[in-house]
């Protein structure tokens, strides 16, 4: 069994800290095994330790730099440090590298949001729903945009086409309400 596979079990049964040491002693023989440095990274997440957790995934990326899934997890682990800024610049790399990537590309315009770029994030999912039209979290998104923007009748529209696209989506049913509560 891998030290990997141990260490995810660990984590299961809440023994982190656990799961952090063995895979520390693993990394320092294996240093370019960038899913050991992942879970690493899940653990130091587990223990509130967002930096630690930063510096395995840089760990991870750097051995690994199609691991464009990372970038979600890092930009987190920089939020949660309050590093805004390069938050975006890691989701905006990964998007490059992955320009097909709803996932990185929609906390890429989340990550605007809440850096007060109302617009410039409304402007990314303007540009996100011509690609992915069909998908009702960009409405929604765009919806709460517009809401916040003050642009009522725009975020009505976004909303009802979230909710047409899936009736029992829960981001759409909120951005309706916050749009009716104005």
Not at 117 to 146: E, G, M, R, Y
Not at 165 to 172: D, F, T
């Amino acid at each position: 069994m891998s030290e990997v596979t141990v260490a995810t079990l660990l984590r299961q049964q809440g023994q982190s800290q656990q799961a952090a040491e063995g895979l520390m002693r693993w990394l320092s023989q294996h240093p370019k095994d960038d899913q050991a440095w992942s879970t690493l990274a899940d653990c130091m997440f587990d223990l509130g330790d967002s930096a630690k957790a930063e510096v395995a995934l840089r760990r991870a990326i750097s051995s690994n730099p199609a691991r464009t899934d990372l970038a979600l997890s890092l930009a987190h682990a920089m939020q949660s440090q309050g590093k805004h800024d390069l938050s975006l610049e890691v989701l905006r790399n990964a998007l490059t590298a992955d320009p097909e990537n709803l996932d990185v590309s929609i906390a890429l315009g989340m990550a605007m949001s809440q850096l007060n770029q109302p617009q410039a994030a409304l402007n990314h999912f303007d540009a996100l729903s011509q690609i992915h039209s069909t998908h009702p979290a960009v409405w929604s998104f765009k919806s709460l945009l517009h809401t916040r923007l003050r642009q009522y009748t725009e975020a009505l529209m976004a909303a009802d086409q979230s909710l047409k696209l899936l009736h029992e989506n829960p981001q759409g049913w909120f951005a309706r309400g916050r749009v009716c509560k104005r």
